[in-house]
C-alpha cells in the first residue's frame, strides 16, 4: 500500500512504438489515439507515441495530439542519434522530430563497441560525438532529453568504460534521464542490480563533483522532484536520474526491471500485457501492481489502479489480440479458483489463497466450476451470479451431479460459464423459455475450383406459440445457422440485433477416433458491453455447434431480461 510518503516512480509506457514491434500486432492511427488516451486516463506520466518521420502514420498521430493534447501524460517522440559523419542540424530526421512538437524527446544511441564498429560502422569517438551533437541540438532547440542507453548491459559487460563515456557524453549535453536498456533479454537480476547500483554510484559521483544535488541518491526534494520528473519547469535541474528498459528473451524482464528500482532505478519503461518484438518487453500490468502493491512504491493512484485490469483488456482488443488468460494480476484465471478445498477456504478467507485483493487492480474473484468441483465451487459459483442455493436441498447436489456427468461426456463449463448458469436455472425449475427451435437444417454447396464456399441454414422456430419458418445463407453451416436464427428471432426480440458473436472454438476431444470423434465447440457472444461463453458436445460439429449458438443467444435474452428488470426496479 503507498502513503503520500511512498518513493515516486516513473512510469514510461512503450506501447505504441515497442509493443507495436511485436509479430502479428498492426495498429491504425485511430488505434493509437485510443489506447493513448486509455493509458493517460489511466495515469501513466510518459507515453511513448512513435518515431516521427518513420512513417506517414506517426507523423499524423502526433500531429493529432498537437490539436488535441492528452490530459496529463506527457507524450514523447523516439529517435535515434545523429548518422555519423554529419551533424544534428542538417539532419533531416531531427527536423521530423521537433515537427512532431513533443516537450519530451527519447534518443537512442550506443553503448556498446561492438554495436558502434559493426553495426554503425564507425569509430567509438565518432558514437560519443553523435550522442553529444544530438542531445545538445535538440536541447538548443528547448526539448527536453531521455537517453536510452542501447545494449547497455551487453556493452557494460563488453567495455565498462566505455559505456559509461556514453552515459557521461549524454549527461554532459543535458539529457535528464538515462535509461539503461537490456535490448537483447539476455541480463540476470543479479547483474541487473550490481550494474545498476555501479551506474548510481558513478553518475552520483559526477553529480557531486559538478557542484550539483545528487538526485540519483534520493536526496532531491519530492515535490521539486514531481515537477522536474513530469516536464514541468523548475529552478533547479538535478542530475540525471537512472531509468529501466527490459525485454523478456530470457523471461526476466519483469524480475529485472524490479532489481533495477531496487538497486536505485526511478523510471520504469513496458508495455501493457508486454508486447513487444521477439519474447515482448516488461509487462506493466505486472510491474505497477507489483511495484505499488508490495515494493511501497507510488506510481499511479489507488484509484488508477483499480482500471488496470480494463485498461489491460481494453489495449488487446484495440489491437485484436486475444487476452492471456492467465496473465498474473489481469488475466481472467488470475483469481480463479478450481479445487473444492481450495474455494471452501477462500470463502472464509481470501489470504489462504490470494496474494492481493483482485479488486485492487479491477480483477474479480471467480469459482471455476468443473468435474473437480465440490458442492462448496457450485454454491459459490451460483452466488457469484445471484442464484442463492441451498446446501440442505437436493437442487445443489443435482447440479453438482449434472454438472460432473456432462463433463465426463466432454463439455467443459470452465470456460463456459454462461452454459453453466441455464444449467442451474433448469436444476431449479425457472428457466425461461424464450424460444424452442423445432429443427434446422444446412446445406453446403462445394464448387470445384472455388476457395469459398456457400451455405444454406432453414430453422423452425417457435416464440410464444407461433412457429416461425426462416432460411439464411453464409460464407459456412454456422455462420448460416447463426444468421437464421437471428433473422427468425429478432422480430421477437430486437436486442439480438446487438450481438455479436466474437469467437468460435473447435476442440476434437477423441481423435483417435478419426472422423467419428466427438467434438466441442464453445462460441463467445457479446453485447458490446458483456462477454459471455456457452458450449456444445457432439460426434455432429453441427449439432455442438448449434448448442451452443443457441444458449449464447438465450444467455443474451436473459442477461437482457434481468437489466431490464433491475431498471424497472430502480425506477
Known amino acids: 500500500m503507498t502513503t503520500n510518503s511512498s518513493p515516486q516512480l516513473w512510469i514510461y509506457d512503450t506501447t505504441l512504438r515497442d509493443g507495436t514491434q511485436r509479430e502479428g500486432l498492426s495498429v491504425s492511427i485511430e488505434d493509437k489515439l485510443r489506447i493513448a488516451r486509455r493509458l493517460d486516463q489511466l495515469g501513466i506520466p510518459f507515453i511513448e507515441g512513435g518515431w516521427p518521420g518513420a512513417n506517414p502514420k506517426d507523423v499524423q498521430f502526433f500531429w493529432q495530439l498537437q490539436e488535441d493534447p492528452l490530459k496529463q501524460a506527457e507524450i514523447v517522440a523516439f529517435c535515434s542519434t545523429r548518422r555519423p559523419n554529419s551533424t544534428a542540424a542538417t539532419e533531416p530526421m531531427l527536423q521530423d522530430i521537433l515537427a512532431a512538437g513533443t516537450r519530451w524527446v527519447t534518443i537512442f544511441g550506443k553503448s556498446w563497441d561492438l554495436q558502434v564498429t559493426t553495426g554503425l560502422k564507425t569509430t567509438l569517438e565518432e558514437n560519443l560525438a553523435m550522442i553529444r551533437d544530438t542531445i545538445e541540438y535538440l536541447r538548443s532547440q528547448g526539448r527536453r532529453i531521455i537517453y536510452d542507453a542501447e545494449h547497455w548491459f551487453d556493452g557494460y559487460k563488453h567495455n565498462r568504460d566505455y559505456a559509461l563515456q556514453t552515459l557521461e557524453a549524454a549527461i554532459a549535453s543535458g539529457a535528464e534521464w538515462l535509461v539503461l536498456c537490456d535490448t537483447n533479454g539476455g541480463t540476470l537480476p543479479h547483474e541487473i542490480s550490481q550494474i545498476v547500483q555501479d551506474v548510481v554510484k558513478v553518475t552520483g559521483e559526477w553529480g557531486m563533483g559538478h557542484g550539483g544535488a545528487s538526485a540519483l541518491g534520493g536526496s532531491a526534494d519530492l515535490k521539486q522532484l514531481a515537477s522536474w520528473g513530469m516536464g514541468k519547469e523548475s529552478t533547479q535541474s538535478p542530475m540525471p536520474q537512472i531509468g529501466i528498459h527490459t525485454h523478456n528473451d530470457s523471461e526476466m524482464a519483469v524480475a529485472n526491471a524490479i532489481a533495477a528500482v531496487m538497486a536505485g532505478a526511478k523510471m520504469v519503461q513496458g508495455t501493457i500485457n508486454g508486447y513487444g518484438e521477439r519474447c515482448g518487453n516488461a509487462n506493466l500490468c505486472s510491474l505497477i501492481p507489483n511495484l505499488q502493491l508490495k515494493a511501497g512504491y507510488s506510481c499511479i493512484t489507488e484509484d488508477q489502479l483499480t482500471q488496470l485490469t480494463e485498461a489491460s483488456r481494453f489495449v488487446s482488443e484495440v489491437v485484436n489480440l486475444a487476452p492471456d488468460e492467465h496473465a498474473p494480476f489481469v488475466g481472467r484465471s488470475a483469481f480463479a479458483h478450481k479445487g473444492g478445498i481450495h ?56 447440479i453438482l451431479q449434472r454438472l460432473k456427468d456432462l463433463e465426463s461426456e466432454g463439455f467443459q463449463f470452465e470456460a463456459a460459464e454462461a452454459s453453466f448458469v441455464l444449467l442451474m436455472h433448469e436444476a431449479l425449475g425457472d428457466r425461461r423459455k424464450f424460444f424452442e427451435v423445432k429443427g434446422f437444417q444446412v446445406h453446403c454447396d462445394l464448387i470445384e475450383g472455388k476457395e469459398t464456399s456457400n451455405a444454406l441454414a432453414t430453422v423452425k422456430v417457435a416464440v410464444d406459440g407461433k412457429n416461425i419458418l426462416e432460411a439464411a445463407e453464409g460464407n459456412g453451416p454456422v455462420a448460416a445457422l447463426d444468421a437464421a436464427l437471428r433473422k427468425a428471432l429478432v422480430n421477437f426480440y430486437p436486442q439480438i440485433a446487438t450481438f455479436d458473436l466474437t469467437d468460435y472454438k473447435v476442440r476434437i476431444l477423441n481423435g483417435h477416433t478419426g472422423t467419428a470423434a466427438k467434438t466441442r465447440v464453445l462460441v463467445e457472444s457479446g453485447n458490446g458491453r458483456q462477454r459471455w461463453t456457452t458450449v456444445g458436445v457432439s460426434t455432429n460439429i453441427l449439432a455442438a455447434s448449434y448448442q451452443a449458438v443457441v444458449e449464447g443467444l438465450e444467455y443474451g435474452l436473459l442477461l437482457h431480461s434481468q437489466a431490464e428488470a433491475a431498471l424497472k426496479v430502480s425506477s
Not at 470463502?347 to 468441483?373: A, C, D, K
Open 343 to 398: 474455494v471452501s477456504a477462500v470463502e472464509r478467507n481470501p489470504l489462504t489463497y490470494e496474494h492481493i485483493q483482485p479488486e485492487q487492480v479491477g480483477n474479480r474473484r471467480r469459482i471455476v466450476i468443473s468435474e473437480q468441483s465440490g458442492l462448496s465451487n457450485v454454491l459459490a459459483k451460483a452466488r457469484s451470479f445471484g442464484i442463492e442455493l441451498d446446501q440442505q436441498k437436493a437442487e445443489a447436489r443435482e
